[in-house]
């Protein structure tokens, strides 16, 4: 099959980037979101960030939440995911607006669906979640926040205030030009399913989360 090419005889440049598709109204339990959709050209995911509220520009309530299934949608205890996209929500209508940038292909931690199952099969055997990753031959964490970046110039935002327990998340954002003026503590409290992967998360992937020192009574 013959591909195409322009009148001077040169393949279309390929787009790059991210770029605007679709603003719609998105009423929820927590308020009503515009639905802001987005196309990653880099790596071809649809994205979305919900707005609420007029941004501005400056000091922007913002969320970067990883897409997890298990969590957000199934209520799953093996983490706290669900819990934190539900309280970010919460968050940005009690502020009176902010966003939550919804970041899919970053399921376990951009592992992907099906790995990040047969990982929690191995922390039900014994191992830990960077243990797990590690013993498939998959990255610890292979998630990518240019398309996040991106997304928040496109809504004008030029800095945040970032809800998250994650350093990594903070220095990604600086790192593609959008300063984060304060780093908002995102806790959720643990309970006996998922507490040996919290205290992972904290020991070795340096998330701050001073809250797991009040719950030594978990196993």
């Known amino acids: ?55 501005g520009t400056e000091g922007v309530l913002t969320r970067l939440h990883s897409e997890c299934l298990t969590g ?19 968050a940005v ?5 902010g966003v939550v940038v919804y970041l899919r292909g970053h399921e376990g931690r951009g592992i992907g669906l099906l790995a990040k199952l047969r990982a929690m099969a191995l922390q039900a055997e014994g191992l830990d979640t960077v243990e797990a990753n590690l013993a498939l031959g998959l990255p610890v964490d ?14 004008g935002v ?3 205030r970032l809800m998250s327990n994650n350093p990594r998340k903070r220095e990604a954002l600086v790192r593609h030009g959008i300063p984060v003026a304060e780093q908002v503590p995102l806790l959720i ?18 998330h701050h989360l001073p809250h797991l020192d009040a719950v030594a009574h978990l196993s």
């Not at 957000?72 to 919460?90: I, N, P, T």
């Not at 292979?142 to 809504?155: E, P």
Request: hydrophobic fraction near 35%; charged fraction near 25%; charge should be negative.
């Open 142 to 155: 292979a998630r990518d926040y240019g398309v996040a970046a991106g997304i928040l110039h496109d809504l």
């Open 93 to 97: 209508v009690a502020e009176g607006a």
């Open 189 to 206: 409290p643990p309970c006996e399913d998922n507490i040996t992967y919290l205290r992972t998360k904290r020991e070795r992937l340096d």
């Open 158 to 160: 030029r800095s945040v």
């Open 72 to 90: 957000d949608a199934f209520g799953s205890q093996h983490c706290e995911c669900g819990d934190q996209l539900a309280s970010a929500l919460r």
């Open 1 to 55: 099959m013959t591909e195409k090419v322009g009148v001077l005889g040169k393949k279309p440049a390929r787009r790059t980037g991210v770029e605007r598709v679709v603003n719609a109204p998105l009423p929820t339990v927590y308020g009503t979101f515009q639905a802001v959709g987005y196309l990653d050209h880099d790596r071809g995911d649809e994205q979305v960030a919900l707005v609420y509220g007029d941004l």
